[in-house]
C-alpha cells in the first residue's frame, strides 16, 4: 500500500532544527485525523458537563501522553527479552509499534483522575469519552492498512490482499493476507452504531464505556484468530495471544462493573 506518503528534503534554513529529510508517513496521519475527529465529535457533547473546549483539549494532551506510553510499554513487553539483551533499543521511540490495549490501560486512569480533580461526574463522562477509541481506532487501522502493520495469515480466498510496496510492513510481501485492518474497523464501525442506539436508552451510567470495552474484547479475540503477525507474542504454549489475554481480563471486569454500576445508579464511579 502506501506507508509513506510524502517525503522530501528539509528547506537549508531549517537544518539542524528539523531532520535533513521528513517524510510524512499515512499510519501518523490517519491517527492525527482520528484524535481531530474524535474531539470534533466530543466537543458536540459538552454541554452537561460544564467542561469548554480550551479543558477538552488538555485533557486530549494528557490522554494522547498517557496512551504513547502504555502503547509503546506494552509493545516493548511483547518481546521484553529482545530488548533486556540490548538496551539501546529502549531508546528507539519513535520506532517499532504501538500495543492499542496499552494505551487503553493507561489512558483510563488519568482520565478518571482528572474527571475527579475537575469534580466532573466520572461515569456520564465515561460515556460520552466511549466514542473515542473507536473513532480513533478505525482511522488508525486505516493507518495500519496503509502501512502494512497489523496484517492476516495467509489467505487462500477472495479476502487476501497483497502487498508489494517494498516499504511495507507487511511480512511476507507479494502474497495475499487477510486484511484483519480493514476487520478491526468493521469492528469498530459497528460499536459506534450500536453506542449511538444505546446513548439515549442506557440503562445506568458508564453503560456506554462498558459496551464498548466488552464489544471490542470480544471481536479483537475473534479477530486475532486471523492475524498473521507473530512478534506480538503468545501465552499458554501459543493457547492465546497477548492481546486475547488481555480482551479476556478486560471483559471480564467490565462484567464486574456492568453489575455493579447497574444496581448501584447513583455512585460516580
Known sequence: MYPKLISFDTPEFLRGILPDHITLYSYGLMIAIGILVSYWFISNRLKPFNVNKDQLSTVYIYSIVAGFIGGKLFFFF??????????????????????FYGSV??????????LKRKKIPVRPFLDIIAFVGPIVQSFGRIGCFLAGCCHGKVCNNFLGVTFTNPDSLANPKNVALYPTQLFDIGINLIIIVVLLII???????????????????????????????????????????????IAICIFSICVYFWFRWSNKKQELI
Not at 511483547?78 to 504501538?98: A, Q, T
Not at 489512558?107 to 482528572?114: A, D, N, R, S, T
Not at 471481536?219 to 492481546?243: C, K, P, Q, Y
Open 199 to 245: 446513548e439515549k436508552k442506557k440503562r445506568f451510567d458508564g453503560q456506554l464505556m462498558l459496551l464498548y470495552m466488552m464489544m471490542y474484547a470480544v471481536g479483537r479475540s475473534i479477530n486475532e484468530t486471523f492475524r498473521g503477525d507473530e512478534a506480538r507474542g503468545f501465552v499458554f504454549n501459543g493457547f492465546l495471544s497477548h492481546s486475547q489475554l
Open 105 to 114: 490501560l493507561f489512558v483510563v486512569p488519568v482520565l478518571v483522575i482528572w
Open 78 to 99: 511483547e518481546d521484553f527479552s529482545k530488548y533486556i539483551s540490548n538496551p539501546k533499543l529502549f531508546l528507539n521511540i519513535s520506532g517499532g509499534g504501538f500495543v
